[in-house]
């Protein structure tokens, strides 16, 4: 139990600096991208040991599509060899894999992968392992009003129903709770456009280690840091 009576219970992490850090040492950056695979086995598989209910990953951006065109497909390819060959250690891990993100946008063959291991773990009673894919916090909240507008339109929700209760009802992230900390590596200041709508009072914590060289000691220095903070969602304290 921490100091402020709480553990993490949901972590959120943007995966940054894979670019600076495979450039730094002089290669291509599709190498550091390869690199913090490693590092989302090594951070899932702890969260899961240390007993968190939920890991969301910034895995991939709707900014990113406007990357080269070479590094969007090595991404994809990167992807879906990941959904695959993370399987096993998914379902030894007991979790349960999900993804939030206009899904219909990537390619055919990882949408497949990927529902694929979202319906071979849909029993599994472990952690949640939520992967962002083609996200965007604003592209969200725009969708979740389209949504609104469409329920109104047929006649299933008054105007005078909608809440913020309400409303998070048609967020990607409807079932989930929001985050208690997020995590940003690379050093950089912003949240880039990640769960606008979910982190109003979380805790963040940024790290200028790059994400191919985070591992369970950075991970457990931002829970440390976490414990030591006081919690108030606008509130005094007592």
């Known amino acids: 139990m921490s100091e402020n009576g709480q553990t993490p219970s949901h ?60 590094e969007v497909n090595l991404l994809m390819k990167l992807l879906k060899d990941f959904l695959i060959k993370e399987r096993d250690e998914i379902e030894e891990n007991n979790i349960r894999l999900t993804a939030i993100g206009r899904i219909s946008g990537l390619p055919e063959d990882v949408q497949r992968e990927l529902a694929i291991g979202i319906e071979e773990s849909k029993n599994n009673t472990g952690m949640i392992l939520c992967l962002a894919l083609n996200y965007g916090g604003r592209s969200e909240i725009v969708d979740a009003a389209k949504n609104i507008a469409r329920t109104i339109k047929a006649g299933e929700m ?28 690379g050093g950089e200041m912003r949240v880039s456009n990640f769960l606008l709508w979910e982190i109003s009072y979380t805790e963040l914590w940024v790290t200028p280690i790059c994400w191919p060289d985070f591992r369970k000691r950075h991970l457990e220095e931002a829970i440390k840091e976490y414990a030591r903070r006081e919690r108030r969602f606008g509130g005094l304290r007592e």
């Open 11 to 70: 972590i959120a992490i943007i995966m940054d600096g894979n670019g600076r850090w495979a450039r730094k040492r002089g290669w291509a950056r599709i190498r550091g991208h390869k690199e913090g695979v490693e590092s989302v086995r090594e951070i899932t598989r702890e969260c899961a040991k240390r007993h968190v209910k939920q890991l969301t990953l910034y895995a991939f951006s709707q900014e990113n599509w406007k990357r080269p065109q070479r």
């Open 158 to 185: 008054d105007l005078n129903e909608i809440s913020e209760e309400t409303f998070k009802k048609f967020l990607y992230t409807s079932e989930m709770t929001d985050p208690d900390l997020l995590i940003r590596t």
